[in-house]
Each structure stands twice: as C-alpha cells, then as structure tokens.
C-alpha cells in the first residue's frame, strides 16, 4: 500500500468559515506494503481485538441472548438453578453430552451416562450454577463472544485508495481516538502486520497530498508471438477483460497495447499499479496467457505441416 502522510475530511458549515466547509481530524490507518485486503480480515476478525472484544456486546446487542447460551442466565443461584433445569431436561441427547463433556472439561468430573439422567439425577455438584456453566470471567466473556460472533462488528470504516479512514461519527461506541487507535495497533499486532501507520491527521488539499509517497510501478513491455490483426485484437480484449474485470479486477490499470502490422507484434503497456502485489499478479496473469499463446501456436504450426490444417 501507499504511503500518505494525511487525510482530510471536509463537512458543510454555516459559522465562521468563508469556504463553507470545515476541516476535521479523523484517526487513519495504512500501510506500507501489505495488501488492503490483508488489512481488511485482519479488522473484520474479532479474535485480533484482544482485550477489546467485549466491544462488539455494545455494537451487536442481540448477542448477549447467544452468550448466555455458552455461559448461561443470570440472577441469583436459585433463578439460575430453576433455568438449568428447565433447559436440560428440555434439550435433546446430544446437547446433554455436549454439556456434560463441557462440565468434564473444566471439572474432571466422571460424566458417563449423564445423557440419559433428569436434571434432578444428576450429581449435586453438576447442578451447582458455578459449575453447570463456566464463570463469567473476563476471560470465558470474551471466548464466548468469539464462538458466537466470530465476526467483528466493532469498527466501521471508510477507504480512500488504500487508506483506512475511521470517523468518530461511524464509531461512536469506542469512546475516544486515543482508545480507536489503542485498538487498531491492538489488531493490526495480532494480525501480524507491522507496517501499519495509525494517526489522527487532517490535509489541507488533498488532491495535492494523493501524489505523495503513491507507488506507480509500470510493467515492461512486454514482446508477445507473432499474431495476425485479428487474433491481435482478440488477444487484446482478453487481456484487458482478465485484468480489469474478471480475473485480477484491476479496474483502476490501464492497458495501452501497441500493435505493429509488419511484424505482427502486441506490445502491452500496463500501468497505474497500487503496490508491488498487484504488479506481480498482474505479471504471472500476462505471462500465463503468452505461454498459452505460444503453445497454441506451435500447435497450429504442427498441424499446418503435417497437413492437418490448412
């Protein structure tokens, strides 16, 4: 990814501004090199949010329902009590065993054939509230958030090009852009990704700054098999369809192929890369479809001397 320095975000103003627009601060984030893809799961996976995951009960309250299944209502040991036993002797064979290997794991305790007992049969330690469903510490909260919402819902975000843009107006249950940023170094750690720059900027033009550090790799030209014009032309419209739309879905590249009738050469001029991935792909793309080309070719040939074509 492209490295900027700032980022901007103009919104209408009435008071005290003579353009009418009003420069703010949003908390940003990019990279230097990793794809924005890469950083896209990286912030779409709750179990890089650490110590933060408990964030996504405020953004998707109706998971709390989901939690108490994993560790079971609330209230006092008696209310709890009377809820286990209307959901064990309600639920089916293989909920009990999951719920007894569950109780096994965390207690030791012999659970053989408990699929087949009422609540009432069960062992009287089995039936105590702290032990029927694990402790609601810190951190069983926040495995059990993770196995029934995998998916962070924590931040929203806008991209401009590759960068992140995070607006206090689209994550209003993070509480401050100190704890945004704390929590955005947090996923990007545990994602791996080290060359994330994380900031609170503000640009002053940004067509101006959009130049700055932007990466623009152009692939040499690159010599193809000597082709007829119509197989020229046929040849040119599948490599722009496989780059820019059905296989890479670089539709921001630009494709400037050069033809030349007297030798019957395609030159193709591909530019406007993001990063060094996507020149890469782009590359191994071209490169496959020439080596197809060329072997198409030699079939041909082949065949036009043995006189199987003419």
């Known amino acids: 990814m492209r490295s ?6 103009d919104e ?14 949003d908390i940003i984030l990019f990279t230097k090199d ?4 890469q950083v896209e799961d990286a912030l779409r996976d709750l ?15 109706s998971i709390k329902t989901k939690i108490a299944d994993v560790l079971g209502p609330s209230g006092s040991p008696q209310i709890k009590m009377g809820s286990n036993e209307r959901k064990w002797d309600s639920s089916n064979r293989d909920w009990k065993l999951a719920k007894a290997k569950d109780i096994q794991d965390r207690t030791g305790m012999d659970v053989e054939g408990w699929e087949d007992l009422r609540y009432r049969q069960l062992p009287k330690e089995a039936k105590n509230p702290n032990i029927f469903y694990a402790l609601s510490t810190a951190d069983n909260i926040i495995k059990a958030i993770l196995q029934v919402s995998p998916k962070s819902d924590i931040l929203r975000w806008e991209t401009n090009d590759d960068i992140f843009i995070f607006p206090r107006k689209l994550n209003p249950v993070v509480p401050g852009d100190e704890t945004l940023e704390k929590i955005l170094q947090t ?18 033009t940004l067509g101006k700054e959009k130049g700055k550090g932007k990466e623009n ?14 197989q020229a032309d046929l040849f040119e419209f599948e490599i ?6 059905k296989g ?41 479809i020439k080596t197809e080309l060329l072997e198409s070719n030699l079939k041909q040939q082949f065949q036009r001397r043995a006189g199987i074509i003419k």
């Open 12 to 25: 209408d103003e009435d008071q005290n501004n003579s353009q009418g627009l009003r420069r703010t601060k």
């Open 34 to 37: 990793t794809p924005t893809e």
């Open 248 to 288: 890479l879905n670089y539709s921001h590249l630009k494709i400037s192929p050069l033809k030349s009738k007297q030798t019957n050469k395609v030159i193709l001029s591909i530019s406007g890369f993001r990063n060094k991935n996507e020149r890469e792909k782009t590359e191994a793309a071209v490169n496959k």
């Open 240 to 245: 722009e369809y496989l780059v820019t739309k």
């Open 47 to 61: 179990s890089n949010y650490g110590q933060y995951i408990p964030y996504q009960q405020k953004v998707n309250p």
């Open 217 to 230: 790799i152009k692939i040499d030209p690159i010599d193809l098999p000597p082709l007829e014009d119509f």
């Open 4 to 9: 900027l320095n700032f980022l901007f975000e």
């Open 187 to 204: 996923v990007m750690d545990n994602a791996g990704i080290k060359d994330s720059v994380i900031k609170k900027e503000s640009i002053e």
